[in-house]
């Protein structure tokens, strides 16, 4: 029967039939979500008396006995239950003291270990949320050598789901082992795993360990690394950690190395000024019609850590630059960085150079309704 032939009042059965069954099925959800959330907050209460027995036991008798702990494992192998073991755990650091949760969070390792070979086997999801608690509770925290949990961390970074291996990156970090992260970016390389640029920056920013030795430790073996990973690693040096300025500045010297890598050296100068580096930054600016003008651009910038009267002049000088950015750079250096006086920069105001003038003019004029913002805020305040 063609689909015409149809009488129209059929097709509107077919429809509201359709709008009753989503309708059932979104009934049905709400009262089956509502019973499990009741159940999952019948097993927290529950756990929670069971916590704050197993931390009173720890502090009268000392560490759990391996049957203690036993239990533990079999009751979280479900996801279920670790869920409401996360929620208990949460309700118990509020009852007990900082010194007798950190003793009963040491205590998990064991558990923890023996659940990354289970949890290993499941789906991404529950991979992904296991390394959460991992990072959550600091399990592991500060241990030395190699063990299961990192190699279950290790191996799920270089998986093809990106919040399990942020997951996972960020329990590392909370271990603060610095073999383990950087076994972990060995195999992401190995592997050809992309992640953001960004993420692994920050990510590093939240290591628990040692963050000058884990520095040295990624910068010593970045022939190992594409630029896709070293760029991160001197980002987080550039936040940091303020004792790489010899390597950084031997990099910056190396024409042929990659241009992100070269101008994050220049970033990093700016931060902590370096006088060997002085020169090379005034040539970027100097010479900023013959090379690529994001150089002379961040190095205007970075000139603002450099005072001193020849800095000004290199600057004057990069407020004459084809480029726009640069010319902003350069007048920002000069009145927000270096705060040179309107009476030293009398020969530019005066000068044959309209677009000079007018960057400075423009600068200037956005200082000042900074600077009028400021007052209002503290009139309101």
Not at 170 to 199: C, F, P, R, T
Not at 249 to 256: D, G, S
Not at 285 to 299: K, N, P, T
């Amino acid at each position: 029967m063609h689909i015409l032939g149809i009488r129209p009042e059929l097709i509107l059965y077919f429809y509201m039939a359709g709008c009753i069954a989503v309708l059932i099925y979104n009934i049905g959800y709400i009262f089956w979500d509502r019973r499990k959330g009741k159940r999952l907050e019948k097993q927290s209460l529950d756990m929670v008396d069971k916590i704050l027995m197993q931390i009173q036991k720890i502090t009268e008798d000392g560490p759990l006995t391996e049957e203690g702990m036993s239990v533990l494992k079999r009751n979280l192998r479900k996801l279920e239950r670790l869920r409401a073991f996360e929620y208990s755990l949460e309700e118990v650091k509020g009852r007990v003291s900082a010194e007798e949760y950190a003793c009963y969070l040491t205590g998990l390792r064991g558990v923890f270990l023996d659940l990354a070979f289970y949890y290993s086997r499941r789906d991404l999801i529950e991979k992904a949320y296991f390394a959460s608690l991992i990072k959550k509770f600091g399990i592991d925290r500060g241990h030395a050598s190699y063990d299961g949990l990192m190699d279950f961390l290790v191996t799920l970074v270089i998986g093809p789901d990106v919040y399990a291996r942020e997951n996972a990156l960020g329990a590392l970090y909370s271990i603060g082992n610095q073999e383990a992260v950087l076994a972990a970016w060995e195999k992401m390389e190995d592997n050809g795993i992309l992640h953001s640029v960004k993420l692994l920056a920050d990510g590093l920013l939240g290591f628990c360990g040692d963050r000058h030795e884990l520095a040295k430790l990624l910068f010593a073996h970045r022939a190992k690394f594409s630029g896709q990973l070293n760029l991160p690693v001197m980002q987080f040096i550039r936040f940091s950690d303020g004792g790489f300025q010899e390597e950084f500045l031997e990099l910056l010297k190396k024409e042929n190395e990659e241009k992100e890598l070269r101008l994050e050296a220049v970033r990093y100068f700016r931060r902590y000024p370096y006088e060997p580096a002085r020169e090379m930054l005034f040539n970027f600016l100097r010479y900023q019609e013959y090379i690529d003008w994001e150089y002379a651009a961040m190095a205007a910038l970075a000139l603002s850590s450099y005072p001193g009267i020849d800095t000004q002049e290199c600057l004057k000088q990069g407020l004459s630059a084809s480029n726009w950015y640069v010319r902003f750079n350069c007048a920002q250096s000069l009145i927000y960085g270096l705060k040179v006086p309107q009476l030293r920069l009398y020969d530019v105001y005066n000068g044959h150079d309209r677009y000079a003038r007018e960057i400075l003019k423009y600068v200037s004029e956005l200082q000042e309704i900074e600077d009028q913002q400021i007052d209002l805020e503290e009139i309101h305040v």
